[in-house]
């Protein structure tokens, strides 16, 4: 069973306390974006099988959103950050190429 | 090949049947096919078979980095019904399910299908107009269904409780046509038909790189050496994201895991499969007598092929509230296939952004009774360049906001 510790209230819970929530750090397109870039947006997805970063809400605790870096192949977590980020944290990222050497970041 | 029947088996019987041969060769990949179609599953083989079949192309590898029908064909719960609300699903479902019927007979190999008749159960007010409104849909679209009552659920399914406290059974949308068949023999049928034909089988060979040249794809890299071809075809289900950023394109799919388990084999009691949506449960018994149960998807992306223990739980307790005689019962076996979900729960054949790149993904948690029409479609599609049955499944419809939503219709997994 999947762990995440929630970084808003400090609560270890276990995946029947949280809803997933996608991807992480999408870019919004704007209005004036093209057609291709509304679908990137709204469809597309990394989908790796690996590193993956992902939003997550804490819904039977506290009920706020996050963020995780977890593993896909092996469920390993990196670690949980705040969702007041576009982008991945230094700390979080040097949790991840210190376990996963060759890892080069998701495109 | 030698034609399996009553008469090989007598033969056999009195030769201690060592006359068998083996069902498919399993050759080294040459330098070059015409197509290439990743992943030896039950639709990879199938539009490969259907390619041989229907359009004259047999000079085909079907490559696979496992074993044959080791992924989820070997890892669903064998339903087959075409009972779907919208017209291009319910199109292709049904031609799958009529190919169902006739497979053994195409293939010379036994799959083993059973039309005994599949329910989805409605328990509450919403399913049942829900699956009035998909009945009269199917009364359209030329599949047989009907919305029954509830005591003809409990004549069709007398283990069952209808009067659930929480869930009563409220009807159901019956497919008398719909039913079950041997997974792993329909894979070993297809790819004992396709190698009969001459393509080659290449098993534990994955694929690491997909060679282009001016936008058109030559060559697929593999453990096995570079194999050169003229179309791809990439049918590899929860794996369709890698291969495809292999090739350069994105996909609107996530891989979650969906989990299913059968129970110890008890005596035959009860002869049509159960699917009751609302409480994520669905139901069959096995020609060996194991309770076959399938349950909730993931709802975050995970390539583990274990499933958690708090899904089975669930599953388990809503089935155990309509099923009260199966609280006894100790399960056998347990497992998780990683299934590929589309933003509207429907699949994707299609062209891709490289040219002589086809895509076939998307099942979701219903791909085993799409197989031998999925393949139809795909083969047609390869062939051809478009098909009747693939064409409103394109990875445009996206971008165009033409989605065939199956997820509302059904609920939840389907």
Redesign the interface.
């Known amino acids: 069973m999947l762990l995440l510790t929630c970084p808003a209230c400090g609560v270890a819970a276990d995946e029947t306390e949280l809803a997933p929530g996608g991807e992480a750090h999408l870019t919004r397109v704007g209005p004036d974006g093209d057609d291709a870039s509304f679908e990137g947006y709204l469809f597309q997805r990394a989908n790796p099988r690996g590193v993956h970063f992902e939003r997550w809400r804490h819904v039977y605790g506290c009920g706020k959103w996050f963020h995780a870096a977890r593993d896909t192949a092996t469920l390993e977590v990196f670690g949980t950050y705040s969702a007041q980020t576009t982008a991945p944290p230094d700390d979080i990222l040097d949790k991840i190429k210190a376990r996963r050497p060759g890892w080069e970041g998701n495109a | 090949m030698k034609r399996y029947s009553a008469f090989a088996i007598a033969r056999e019987a009195l030769r201690h049947h060592e006359g068998w041969e083996r069902a498919w060769r399993s050759p080294e990949p040459k330098a070059r096919y015409d197509v290439v179609i990743v992943g030896a599953g039950g639709h990879g083989l199938a539009t490969a078979y259907w390619l041989g079949k229907n359009h004259g192309i047999t000079n085909i590898a079907v490559i696979e980095k496992g074993w044959l029908g080791g992924g989820n064909t070997g890892r669903n719960t064998t339903i087959i019904r075409s009972n779907y609300l919208q017209d291009p699903s319910a199109a292709i479902y049904e031609k799958s399910r009529s190919l169902y019927e006739t497979m053994s007979q195409d293939l010379n190999y036994n799959v083993m299908f059973s039309p005994r008749g599949v329910m989805m159960l409605a328990q509450t007010q919403h399913e049942v107009r829900g699956y009035r409104r998909t009945a009269h849909a199917n009364a359209l679209q030329g599949v047989a269904t009907e919305f029954i009552s509830p005591q003809r659920v409990k004549e069709l399914c007398p283990i069952m409780n209808i009067d659930g406290p929480r869930y009563p059974v409220l009807g159901a949308l019956w497919q008398p046509r719909g039913g079950t068949a041997r997974h792993d023999a329909v894979a070993w049928g297809y790819a004992r038909a396709c190698s009969d034909m001459g393509m080659d089988i290449i098993q534990k060979c994955e694929v690491t790189g997909i060679r282009r040249e001016g936008g058109k794809v030559t060559a697929v890299e593999t453990t096995k050496g570079e194999i050169g071809c003229g179309k791809l075809g990439i049918v590899v289900a929860g ?1 369709s ?2 291969l495809a ?1 292999m090739a350069g394109f ?6 979650v895991s969906l989990q299913a388990l059968v129970s110890e084999p008890i005596k035959p009691c009860m002869d049509v499969v159960v699917m009751a949506n609302t409480v994520h449960g669905y139901m069959s018994q096995s020609d060996k007598g194991e309770m076959v149960i399938g349950g909730g998807a ?7 092929q274990r499933g ?3 899904h089975i739980e669930e599953t388990v307790r809503a089935l155990v509230e309509t099923f009260p005689m199966i609280s006894r019962l100790k399960m056998l076996r347990q497992w998780g296939g990683i299934v590929d979900m589309t ?1 509207d729960r429907s699949p994707i054949l299609s062209k891709t952004p490289v040219e002589g790149v086809f895509v076939n993904c998307g099942w979701g948690t219903g791909g085993f009774k799409a197989i031998p029409g999925s393949g139809w479609a795909m083969a047609e599609l390869m062939a051809k360049g478009h098909a009747p049955l693939a064409d409103a499944f394109s990875l445009d419809r ?3 906001g033409r989605f065939i939503d199956e997820s509302v219709a059904a609920g939840v997994a389907h």
């Open positions: 794996h994201g890698e950023e994105r996909l609107p799919i996530e891989s993931d709802g975050f992306n995970n390539y583990t958690s223990f708090h933003g996206f971008r165009e």
